[in-house]
């Protein structure tokens, strides 16, 4: 069992930044990849970035070149530097965890609120 803590969110300007946390505790070992997902009102839950155990990365088309995933899952912590942010980017920001067995069923958080407005 994993359980996934996120902080960091809340009200942000455009053109802002963020930075947003992860901790996972729990059987970190059997942890293949942790990322990032937002959902908005109305819409799908889509991958916002995640990295891997051996810290390959790979980000969602809306937002490379804007926001990165750093951290490392044998240290239990992720984080995402969102910049340049854009009201587009308003939503719930939800870690996951990936086991390395696929039939295992992902791990998510409780969410955290990002509200980008002027």
């Known amino acids: 069992q994993v359980e996934l803590v996120e902080s960091g969110g809340g009200l942000v300007q455009p053109g802002g930044s963020l930075k947003l946390s992860c901790v996972a505790s729990?059987?970190?070992?059997?942890?293949?990849?942790m990322g990032w997902y937002r959902q908005a009102p109305a819409r799908e839950r889509e991958l916002v970035a995640f990295?891997?155990?051996?810290?390959?990365?790979n980000y969602g088309e809306s937002v490379k070149g804007r926001f990165t995933i750093s951290g490392n899952i044998a240290k239990n912590t992720i984080y995402l530097h969102m910049n340049n942010l854009e009201p587009e980017d308003t939503a719930v920001y939800y870690c996951?965890?990936?086991?390395?067995?696929?039939?295992?069923?992902?791990?998510w958080g409780q969410g955290t609120q990002v509200t980008v407005s002027s």
């Open positions: 990295i891997t155990t051996n810290m390959r990365k």
């Open positions: 996951n965890a990936h086991p390395f067995v696929a039939a295992e069923p992902d791990y």
């Open positions: 729990g059987d970190i070992v059997s942890i293949y990849s």
